[in-house]
């Protein structure tokens, strides 16, 4: 059993920035992809930023230029640094880790909320 434990939510004002950790019980040896989900108040899940094992990075268009993303292997950390926050960036951000062997885990949770 993989276990997540992330970091760093809380309360920004619209411009700031917060920090996001996610660490995993897990080699990196044994990730592919480490990534951040971002679940708004009635919505669905939806993918904010991916990193593979090569150091690949993908990103969602709403937040490209402001949010980056990335792991240290020797600590089985993955983070999210987002600037310019928005409002509409309130929610909450889940960490997803997926194992060549074992399949995808998922953090519980830390909620963001930016203030306008």
């Known amino acids: 059993q993989v276990q997540l434990v992330e970091s760093g939510g809380g309360l920004a004002q619209a411009g700031g920035s917060l920090r996001l950790s996610c660490a995993a019980s897990i080699s990196s040896f044994n990730t592919n992809a480490m990534g951040w989900y971002h679940q708004a108040p009635g919505e669905q899940r939806e993918l904010v930023a991916r990193i593979t094992s090569g150091g690949t990075k993908t990103y969602a268009d709403s937040v490209l230029g402001r949010f980056t993303i990335s792991r240290d292997n020797a600590k089985n950390t993955v983070y999210l640094q987002m600037n310019s926050l928005k409002p509409e960036d309130t929610g909450v951000y889940h960490c997803?880790?997926?194992?060549?062997?074992?399949?995808?885990?998922w953090g519980q949770g830390t909620q963001v909320t930016v203030s306008p």
């Open positions: 997803m880790v997926n194992t060549w062997a074992l399949g995808d885990y």
